[in-house]
């Protein structure tokens, strides 16, 4: 069964912190570089964080050096660590795999909200 369910959001106040997790179907996490991605009112979704299935991780240049993505291949789980958030990192965060194709599964994802 195909699966992603993210958790972890929540209503935090701007310098704050939030852990969130995914935990994933095998289908989808084994074997494959996994990323956080989120989604803005009114805007595209975007790639924030990935992961390789061997740990190299990248980061988008909005989140990088506060936010930290890693992954348990134990339990097919991959964590978003954000810390010193501000308001405009308020979105819905989803994960899935780094290289999605049209029609891909996307779970519900975990809404963040961020107030000033």
């Known amino acids: 069964q195909v699966q992603l369910v993210e958790s972890g959001g929540g209503l935090v106040q701007a310098g704050g912190s939030l852990r969130l997790s995914c935990a994933a179907s095998?289908?989808?996490?084994?074997?494959?570089?996994m990323g956080w991605y989120r989604q803005a009112p009114g805007k595209q979704r975007e790639l924030v964080a990935t992961v390789s299935n061997s740990g190299n991780r990248n980061y988008a240049d909005s989140v990088k050096g506060r936010f930290t993505i890693f992954r348990d291949n134990a339990r097919n789980t991959v964590y978003l660590q954000m810390n010193s958030l501000k308001p405009e990192d308020t979105a819905v965060y989803y994960c899935?795999?780094?290289?999605?194709?049209?029609?891909?599964?996307w779970g519900q994802g975990t809404q963040v909200t961020v107030s000033s």
């Open positions: 899935n795999k780094q290289f999605t194709m049209r029609g891909d599964y």
């Open positions: 095998g289908s989808i996490f084994v074997g494959n570089a």
